[in-house]
């Protein structure tokens, strides 16, 4: 499918994908490197649907059906929805912050260091904060109520300089 212009291995071809731990992955051309590609949701099988509500920045709410494992930001950003995931999904950034309901916050595991270390970052913390990214949906999140905050705060090395 790829042809190999050299020993890096440049890729001609950009429109091949694969799977590989429920993400899809797209090789660009001219890149030997791969990216995740968001917003890629599958249609959930019948009768296993999960249902989310996005509590919008103007207070009125989207409810969606949704697969088992489809994380908060694919899910959001699948839907048009106005949720930045600038890091790809990759836990290195905060702006895909979500506040979850409190009926729902301790059905979710502990966010990891990382997790913790982004979301000191974020506008708005409460005490139910946690990244879209890290939020795969499962059957105890079924009905799950997230609120994005009124604004993100993005990051980035140049804001050091």
């Given at each position: 499918?790829?042809?190999?212009?050299?020993?890096?291995?440049?890729?001609?071809?950009?429109?091949?994908?694969?799977?590989?731990?429920n993400t899809t992955?797209?090789?660009?051309?001219?890149?030997?490197?791969?990216?995740?590609?968001?917003?890629?949701?599958?249609?959930?099988?019948?009768?296993?649907?999960?249902?989310?509500?996005?509590?919008?920045?103007?207070?009125?709410?989207?409810?969606?059906?949704?697969?088992?494992?489809?994380?908060?930001?694919?899910?959001?950003?699948?839907?048009?929805?106005?949720?930045?995931?600038?890091?790809?999904?990759?836990?290195?950034?905060?702006?895909?912050?979500?506040?979850?309901?409190?009926?729902?916050?301790?059905?979710?595991?502990?966010?990891?260091?990382?997790?913790?270390?982004?979301?000191?970052?974020?506008?708005?913390?409460?005490?139910?904060?946690?990244?879209?990214?890290?939020?795969?949906?499962?059957?105890?999140?079924?009905?799950?109520?997230?609120?994005?905050?009124?604004?993100?705060?993005?990051?980035?090395?140049?804001?050091?300089?």
């Amino acid at each position: 499918m790829y042809r190999a212009l050299t020993k890096t291995n440049f890729l001609i071809k950009t429109t091949s994908s694969f799977k590989l731990q429920n993400t899809t992955y797209t090789k660009k051309a001219f890149s030997t490197s791969i990216v995740a590609k968001h917003g890629h949701l599958h249609a959930p099988k019948k009768g296993e649907e999960l249902h989310i509500t996005f509590v919008l920045k103007d207070g009125s709410q989207k409810k969606y059906e949704v697969s088992e494992g489809d994380s908060i930001l694919d899910i959001a950003q699948g839907n048009n929805l106005d949720m930045e995931g600038a890091c790809g999904g990759s836990c290195a950034c905060s702006t895909c912050h979500v506040i979850v309901d409190p009926e729902y916050y301790d059905k979710i595991p502990e966010p990891t260091d990382d997790e913790d270390d982004m979301l000191d970052l974020a506008y708005g913390l409460t005490e139910t904060s946690r990244l879209g990214c890290c939020i795969n949906m499962n059957k105890d999140l079924d009905n799950i109520r997230v609120a994005l905050p009124q604004m993100t705060r993005n990051v980035k090395s140049s804001d050091f300089e």
